[in-house]
Each structure stands twice: as C-alpha cells, then as structure tokens.
C-alpha cells in the first residue's frame, strides 16, 4: 500500500493507482483511507462505475450518510437504473428518514434522487442482500483492524523494561542506582514503570 501512496505523490492524476490504492486499504480495513482513495479517483472522472460502486458502500460503511446520498446521485446521473444507487437510496429512506427530509430541502439532490425515473426500478434481492452484507463485512473487518491496533499499543505502552546489568546479591545502594538509571528511560518513553526482582536478576 506504501507504493501505492508513493505513485499518488508523484502522479497524483493517475486514476487506475487511486483504485488501486483504494481497494488495498479496503482490504486492509482502512476505510477512511478507501473512500478517500475513491473520492480522488471520481474527482479525476466522475462517472467512473466501479468507483462509484466502491464509493457509496464505503460511505454507507463509515455511517457517512449525507456523502453516501452524494454518491448515490452521481451513481443515478451516470444511469437511471443503477442498482447500488437504488439499492442503498431506499435503505437509507427507510432506516434514516432524516434522509429524505435533507434530499426534499435540497433542489438538485431532490431533482435527482426523488426522479420518478429511478423510482420502480426492479432488482433482484439477492443483489440487494449482497449489497448491504458487504458493508457489513466491511465494517468488521474495520473494527477488528481497529481493535489489533489499540491491543498492540497497549503492549507497547507494557513494554519490560529489563535490568542493563547483572546483579549479584545487590545492596540498597546498588538498587537506588539501578532505579536512577532506569528513570531517564521511563520517563523519555513516557510508560508506567512496574518494578519486579526476581532471582534470575540478582
């Protein structure tokens, strides 16, 4: 994903590496990375399919409903009768009725997503089904991701700090000055510092 990110410096209008780019991060779980990925790539060719495919699950995904309506009218100005355009309109209305209430207030939205012409369109609903369990998966796939992170922090933050030298039988003093030692670390790494000796230290 790295070179992906590098070619983006570097040719930034280069579609197929903003797809690319996308589809690695959404496989990845990074799906603020993916739909920003998307966006870049519809900004370089608006009517892209797959880009536009890729763009209203991942904003759906997100939560990000008002740029998942966005989508889904640049899906319907591409074609009338397009399914994920129709598919996810209709679930938002349904579960979010909000939506609608913003899709009414808003003329050019209103004129496009409420268009009699993308309105009694038939699909299959397995399509449908397909439709949303895939930004369900995403979604998961997202917070697992997520939660590997904050557990790999949390070790980090864990981290053993090992004695730098052999004590044999050590005194109070010695262990004041193992502890002296010590502190500079602590505090440069900015962890809690939880003593223990054990007898493989001393």
Known sequence: MNVYLKITELEPTLLNN???????????????????????????????????????TLSYALHDLYSCLHFCAMGFHKDKRFAKSIIFRDNLFKNHPWTKCIVESNPQLYSILLSPETHGVPYDDLIKDEALKEARDLLKVSRKNHLEKQKLSKLTEEEVLTCPDKLNKPTFTELCQLLLTLLPIVKKSGVSLHLSISSSTV
Do not use: P
């Open 18 to 56: 903003w797809v690319r780019l996308g589809d690695c991060a959404s496989s990845n779980g990074d799906l603020v990375l993916a739909l920003d990925a998307f966006k870049q790539a519809l900004s370089i060719r608006s009517g892209h399919y797959l880009c536009l495919d890729k763009a209203i």
